[in-house]
């Protein structure tokens, strides 16, 4: 039903053209407005319509205009509301309950001017109320216009390019594989996720923090077991040891007496839900992010974590920082701790040892918790020396980090979701208790620019040695498993066709493209015979043919042909063939399909046919895209099978037919 939605959608966006103008005037417009501005959230708004134009169903110069125009509007109509009401806008509804709305614009104003208008509209915490703080500060209409009007047309592609961008990344994604265009959205989707939990949670902390701590600290005096932690962790003028070794015996046995509580209900680890995403996430594999995914997954690996653990302690011994060493020291102990005891207490198979017949134990994930408690605590560590306002800025990298590792192990197989989550919440919690006791104490200033520089550099180094040297070994043990299929020549031949695929096969099995050859030859014989034929191999993606994208008057021999996807896999090998006059040409895709013929162990190959056409986006892109439309001309390939046996059989589908080539 979602999908049809967005369909329909899309259309009615197409079709509409003189409606959608409409509607992104008065996004602009309202977005820009003192009030309204503060709750629209133009940048998601523009963002999105920059990608219905990377799509092409918006034109640029078009929304360009009436983008910039709203703006301008907006901005104007903004301007003299402050003119006309000047100091009484102060007892309006948000800036009763929010002032310091008001208060930061009215700053950022003195300090830049005029020029504040025009910069006042990129900078987020002041973009919808300095054209009213202008009005009321009797700025004149003529700067105010001026401003207005260039910062307008900055403003648009400002926000409308990296949509743009984003949305063409979509579709030349959705042209190799649309499980590809899934992944994309869900990894923008969580990392969006992430930035906004960790620079929510850091300013909520950040605000409340001392507060609640005080009360916390107020509550547990006198009481028996708490008030000794509290004030150990708490209290400046005591040590922390006690309360911290007090804490790690109790989280760790309240986890014990709950992975005991679990085995003795019969909960069964993994679970359902584990078992859905792991098979959700290995119907998204894809070459090229599988290599990405391997990269940040050993991020995470001991061989990484362990020598940067390493140099950040020797850093802080040597710079005599003892203190936030044997707190580096404890984050690392109990992560060690964990892993030991839950081998021993609650094994648990992951999903690549169930596929190995290997035992193993993975619940909590050790890898997880442990490049939790190290990239976290070392955010701790920096963020401590950082200004109040910034140190969300170590947070979030320290975020990017872990959740990328979390990830990459997930979208692998390596872990169940139950393992990563738990591995997560186990060393988030470990990490928050250390940093509210370390920055509860007096400590000397670290010097943060070195250490994170020397923390930087030995993860990037281990990571890129660590990944030159496993990353074949590991690639492999993380690949899904195939299953050698082995048929007799007739059989093939007769029947045996119909059980090899006949459309590319995309995310949760959509077909995409019928597979109209099967070929059964060595790879060497049929590369062969179709360069005789006049078939050449493809342009493929790089550096040069990604930059001849931007190029409006490329030719279509010169564009790069795009990889695609069949099952997960990328096609063994792909050639062209250019018509005369070379406006268009044919693309010819070969998959393996791991069966072979009994006779002379021939493999057996599944082909696609498509012609491409060269096509022209906002005259700003220039593509090499499929004409669903185009018919296969009966001679192209016969030279390449001539003196073999040939067979044109029905397929499946209606009006698909499939031609087999065997000696």
């Not at 959608?9 to 509607?23: F, I, N, Q, Y």
């Not at 918006?58 to 983008?67: C, G, I, K, M, T």
Request: with cysteine.
């Amino acid at each position: 039903m979602q999908s049809e939605f967005v369909s329909n959608l899309l259309e009615w966006v197409t079709a509409h053209p003189g409606w959608m103008s409409v509607v992104i005037f008065t996004t602009a417009m309202t977005e820009s407005l003192t009030i309204l501005g503060v709750i629209v959230p133009g940048a998601l708004i523009m963002f999105s319509l920059g990608a219905l134009i990377g799509l092409g169903h918006v034109e640029f110069w078009s929304a360009f205009w009436w983008s910039a125009l709203g703006a301008m509007v907006g901005d104007a109509a903004s301007f003299w509301i402050g003119r006309v009401f000047h100091q009484s806008i102060r007892r309006v509804w948000p800036f009763t309950k929010h002032p310091e709305m008001i208060a930061r614009s009215e700053e950022f104003f003195r300090k830049h001017g005029g020029k504040g208008v025009l910069f006042g509209r990129f900078f987020g915490p002041v973009r919808g109320t300095i054209p009213t703080v202008a009005g009321m500060m009797d700025m004149s209409w003529r700067h105010f216009m001026i401003a207005n009007v260039v910062s307008a047309l900055l403003w648009a592609p400002a926000y409308l390019i990296p949509g743009m961008m984003f949305g063409a990344s979509l579709d030349i994604a959705s042209q190799v594989a649309g499980r590809l265009v899934v992944l994309i959205l869900i990894v923008a989707a969580l990392l969006w996720l992430t930035t906004w939990l960790v620079t929510h949670a850091a300013r909520l902390f950040q605000a409340h923090a001392t507060e609640w701590l005080r009360r916390f600290s107020v509550w547990s005096q006198g009481r028996r077991f708490i008030g000794p932690i509290s004030a150990s962790l708490l209290d400046p003028s005591q040590g922390e040891l006690r309360g911290l070794m007090t804490l790690a015996v109790l989280l760790l046995g309240g986890l014990v007496l709950l992975s005991l509580s679990l085995s003795a209900a019969g909960q069964q680890l993994p679970s359902g839900l584990d078992q859905s995403l792991y098979h959700f996430f290995q119907e998204l594999r894809t070459p090229w992010v599988d290599t990405l995914m391997v990269f940040s997954a050993e991020l995470g690996d001991y061989p990484v974590t362990l020598p940067v653990s390493l140099v950040v302690f020797g850093w802080l011994i040597w710079k005599r920082h003892h203190s936030a060493a044997w707190h580096w020291l404890a984050a690392l102990c109990f992560g060690m701790a964990t892993n030991l005891l839950f081998r021993w207490l609650l094994p648990v198979s992951s999903p690549v040892e169930i596929a190995q017949g290997m035992q193993g134990n993975s619940f909590p994930s050790s890898h997880a918790t442990f490049s939790t408690l190290v990239f976290g605590f070392l955010a701790v560590l920096i963020a401590r020396e950082l200004p109040l306002a910034r140190r969300w800025i170590a947070y979030l990298a320290a975020a990017f980090l872990i959740v990328s590792i979390a990830f990459a192990r997930l979208y692998l197989g390596i872990h169940w979701l139950t393992d990563t989550l738990a591995g997560l919440c186990l060393g988030l919690l470990w990490v928050t208790v250390l940093g509210v006791a370390y920055n509860r104490h007096p400590k000397a200033a670290i010097q943060w620019h070195r250490l994170l520089i020397y923390g930087a550099i030995t993860l990037l180094l281990t990571d890129l040695l660590h990944f030159w040297s496993s990353y074949d070994s590991d690639l492999q043990r993380y690949q899904p498993q195939t299953t050698q299929q082995v048929l007799e020549r007739e059989q093939w031949w007769t029947a045996g066709w119909q059980e090899l695929p006949q459309q590319r096969l995309d995310f949760q099995g959509h077909h995409r493209q019928d597979l109209v050859l099967q070929w059964a030859a060595h790879r060497q014989e049929l590369e062969a015979r179709l360069y005789a034929a006049g078939w050449q191999a493809a342009p493929g993606l790089s550096l040069r043919g990604i930059l001849l994208w931007l190029n409006p008057q490329v030719e279509l021999r010169d564009l790069p042909v795009l990889p695609q996807i069949h099952d997960g896999r990328e096609a063994a090998f792909t050639l062209v063939y250019y018509d005369n006059p070379p406006d268009t040409r044919w693309v010819l895709r070969f998959w393996d399909t791991d069966t072979h013929l009994r006779e002379n162990d021939l493999p057996i190959w599944v082909g696609s046919l498509s012609r491409q056409k060269r096509e022209s986006r906002m005259r700003l892109f220039t593509f090499a895209i499929d004409d669903p439309q185009s018919h296969i001309p009966t001679d192209l390939l016969a030279p390449a099978w001539r003196d073999l046996q040939v067979r044109a059989v029905n397929g499946t589908q209606p009006q698909e037919r499939i031609t087999l080539i065997a000696d």
